[in-house]
T-cell receptor, first 111, second 115 residues
Framework: SQQGEEDPQALSIQEGENATMNCSYKTSINNLQWYRQNSGRGLVHLILIRSNEREKHSGRLRVTLDTSKKSSSLLITASRAADTASYFCATDDNYGQNFVFGPGTRLSVLP | KAGVTQTPRYLIKTRGQQVTLSCSPISGHRSVSWYQQTPGQGLQFLFEYFSETQRNKGNFPGRFSGRQFSNSRSEMNVSTLELGDSALYLC??????????????FGPGTRLLVL
C-alpha cells in the first residue's frame, strides 16, 4: 500500500478562497515533501518539511506535519486560477531508500 | 542553470520492443531518480543512481533497468515492452547526494505509448 495518501481526491474552490489538502502516511519518515503538477507538465517542488519540524511557510503556502498522527496538511491561501493543478505529497522511508508519492489531490480554482 | 531535460518527449513503440529514455540532470547534481506515472498506479519510484551506481530500487521487474554515466546523465531501458508500460516517465535530479530524501527537480517527462 502507498506510504502517502492525500485527501480529498478532488477539490473545487473559488478564486480568493483557501484550499486545504491532507496527507497521511504509514511509516516513520525523514521528511515529507509537497509537489505540484500542472496538466502536461513535470512536477514542481513546493515545500520540504523535516520530521523534526512542525510547520513551514513559503509565500501563500503553509505546511504542517504531525508525526504522532502521521499526517501533513498543505494550505494554499488566497488561491488563484493558476493554482489549478494536482498536488502530491511524497515521503521517503526512514532509510532514505524509497520515495513514495500519494495519489494526489486535484485542485480546481474557478475564476 | 538549465533544468532537467529528458529525451525524447514522446515515443510510440509496439509490444515486445525495447526502449531507452535519456535524462540530463541539472549541472552539478549527482543523484538521478526515475519515476513512472500512470492513471491507475500514480507516481511510482523506479530507481535512483548516484555516482554511476544504482543506490535504490523500487518494486519493478527486471525488464526495467538503468545506468548513469560519469557526467551524471542517466538512461533508463525497458525491454520486452508490455501494454501496461504505457506511462509518463519522469526523471528527477537532486544536488546534495542524499537522493530521495531531499528536494528533487523534475524534468518534463517522456510519454511512452505501447501499442
Amino acid at each position: 500500500s502507498q506510504q502517502g495518501e492525500e485527501d480529498p481526491q478532488a477539490l473545487s474552490i473559488q478564486e480568493g478562497e483557501n484550499a486545504t489538502m491532507n496527507c497521511s502516511y504509514k511509516t516513520s519518515i525523514n521528511n515529507l515533501q509537497w509537489y505540484r503538477q500542472n496538466s502536461g507538465r513535470g512536477l514542481v517542488h513546493l515545500i520540504l518539511i523535516r520530521s523534526n519540524e512542525r510547520e513551514k511557510h513559503s509565500g501563500r503556502l503553509r505546511v504542517t506535519l504531525d508525526t504522532s498522527k502521521k499526517s501533513s496538511s498543505l494550505l494554499i491561501t488566497a488561491s488563484r486560477a493558476a493554482d489549478t493543478a494536482s498536488y502530491f505529497c511524497a515521503t521517503d522511508d526512514n532509510y532514505g531508500q524509497n520515495f513514495v508519492f500519494g495519489p494526489g489531490t486535484r485542485l480546481s480554482v474557478l475564476p | 542553470k538549465a533544468g532537467v531535460t529528458q529525451t525524447p518527449r514522446y515515443l510510440i513503440k509496439t509490444r515486445g520492443q525495447q526502449v531507452t529514455l535519456s535524462c540530463s540532470p541539472i549541472s552539478g547534481h549527482r543523484s538521478v531518480s526515475w519515476y513512472q506515472q500512470t492513471p491507475g498506479q500514480g507516481l511510482q519510484f523506479l530507481f535512483e543512481y548516484f555516482s554511476e551506481t544504482q543506490r535504490n530500487k523500487g518494486n519493478f521487474p527486471g525488464r526495467f533497468s538503468g545506468r548513469q554515466f560519469s557526467n551524471s546523465r542517466s538512461e533508463m531501458n525497458v525491454s520486452t515492452l508490455e501494454l501496461g508500460d504505457s506511462a509518463l516517465y519522469l526523471c528527477a535530479s537532486s544536488p546534495l547526494g542524499t537522493g530521495v530524501s531531499e528536494t528533487q527537480y523534475f524534468g518534463p517527462g517522456t510519454r511512452l505509448l505501447v501499442l
